[in-house]
């Protein structure tokens, strides 16, 4: 993944194409997919913080 | 030292820079009054813009009808509508000049569609949200500005594709998530651009490409008249014209036709008038919308005979104009609920954040290389310690 954590981007993207295009549980899903990248960078900042 | 760099990468870096510097005030106020937009429901509800209907019940479309020509007898009737998702309860009157065959000084007055009295005859084009829907959809310069907004898009976007070309090399010695502190404000600031520019990448492409294809909005229906329904008007030339004030058959009737030729799911949207740009001197034009996910955000249409109330035509709507209709959603992000809403908002000011910490970046730069010329600043390593 080292610095290649732009392309999680394409995670947003499909998760908002299938939020569009499904109801119900797709868009859940959706949701899911599409805050990988923020849920991943706060997680790596949060590591990154943390003092070794 | 200066890592040795590729043209490929000096190009793209430059192309960052400079898309993205002419992009920068733009974009601030995108992100600004977006910020606001992606709550423009909610905003108009609590200053009660479209007012609520009273409840759900029978829906009197009617006496709805009736009361919109009782309360404008000197003006034609341009268009009803009906919006079940996002105001329910609820129908929309335009109306005009008798002359007028397009939008542009039209009224709009709402009825409830409970109890078939108007509720309310507020322009939302005129409200807070209103306002703010103009800057930031067409800068106050009508469909010009919605050029410009297209192009300020296609800047965005270019500035997104070259900002991942130039991505790796400049982070390969630095941990993601890792911002460099108490080493000047240049590398933290460098850091934090990288960083949150990796975070708001995909979301920052859907919205500006949605954007860029939103921009065309304006020329794409122009082209659809001059071509699909010039075809259609031209069909029907020597059709009789109807009275625009009183149309022989009655909007009610055009609607119960139009629900019985539509597919399952699928309801009543908007009734155009005939006479209008967007009709023939003797049809209706309804538009015809899903109710959930996808067909929510299509449109079907169909045309109907004023004299027989007769489906004349079903309008097959071309591709460019789907894509128009898709990319709304997809820009504003009003097709999730809250949390959505939610996420959007949290990708505005955070893309609000990049834009200016960009824009600081290239000035300090500048300012930098004004102070000390000698020095090389177009590679990799200019910006490591």
Not at chain 2, 36 to 62: H, K, S, W
Not at chain 2, 160 to 166: D, E, M, R
């Amino acid at each position: 993944m080292k610095n290649r954590e732009p392309w999680l981007g394409l995670l947003t993207v499909a998760g908002l194409t299938a939020m569009l295009l499904g109801e119900g549980l797709v868009d859940v899903a959706g949701l899911a997919v599409a805050v990988v990248p923020l849920a991943y960078g706060g997680l790596a900042w949060r590591r990154a913080r943390r003092p070794s | 030292m200066t890592a040795p760099v590729s043209r490929w990468f000096r190009f793209n870096l430059r192309l960052h820079r400079w898309t993205s510097v002419i992009a920068t005030l733009p974009l601030l106020v995108l992100c600004l009054t977006g910020t606001v937009l992606i709550f423009r429901e909610e905003i108009d509800a609590a200053l009660g813009v479209v007012p609520g209907g009273t409840g759900e019940g029978e829906q009197r479309v009617a006496e709805c009808l009736a009361t919109l020509e009782r309360s404008f007898p000197d003006q034609r009737v341009l268009s009803v509508g009906f919006d079940p998702l996002n105001h329910p309860g609820v129908m929309l009157g335009v109306v005009a000049a008798p002359e007028d065959t397009g939008f542009d000084r039209a009224r709009l007055a709402y009825f409830d569609l409970a109890s078939g009295r108007m509720i309310g005859d507020e322009d939302p084009a005129e409200s807070f949200t209103g306002v703010l829907f103009e800057l930031h959809a067409e800068w106050f310069l009508g469909p010009v500005g919605r050029l410009l907004g297209a192009l300020i898009g296609l800047l965005v976007v270019v500035s997104l594709v070259s900002g991942l070309v130039i991505y790796a090399p400049y982070v390969r010695r630095i941990a993601y998530g890792f911002i460099r502190v108490g080493r000047g404000a240049r590398l933290k600031q460098l850091d934090l651009h990288n960083f949150v520019g990796a975070v708001v990448l995909g979301w920052a492409f859907v919205v500006s490409v949605s954007g860029f294809l939103l921009g065309f909005s304006t020329i794409a229906l122009g082209v659809w008249q001059v071509t699909d329904l010039a075809a259609i008007r031209a069909e029907y030339q020597g059709a009789a014209p109807v009275d625009v004030l009183r149309p022989p058959v009655s909007a009610l009737r055009v609607i119960e036709v139009a629900t019985a030729h539509a597919q399952p799911g699928w309801g009543v949207r908007s009734v155009l008038y005939p006479g209008m740009d967007l009709t023939t001197p003797a049809h209706y034009a309804v538009l015809l919308g899903g109710s959930e996910g996808l067909d929510a955000r299509m449109i079907d249409a169909v045309m109907i005979d004023a004299h027989t109330g007769e489906v004349a035509r079903d309008v097959a709507l071309p591709n460019y104009l789907h894509a128009m209709f898709l990319s709304e959603p997809l820009h504003f992000g009003d097709y999730g609920g809250l949390p959505l809403k939610l996420l959007w908002s949290a990708c505005n000011l955070l893309t609000l954040f990049i834009t200016a910490n960009g824009a600081w970046l290239f000035f300090d730069r500048r300012r930098a290389q004004r102070l000390r010329p000698g020095r090389a600043a177009e590679g990799v390593g200019d910006e490591e310690p």
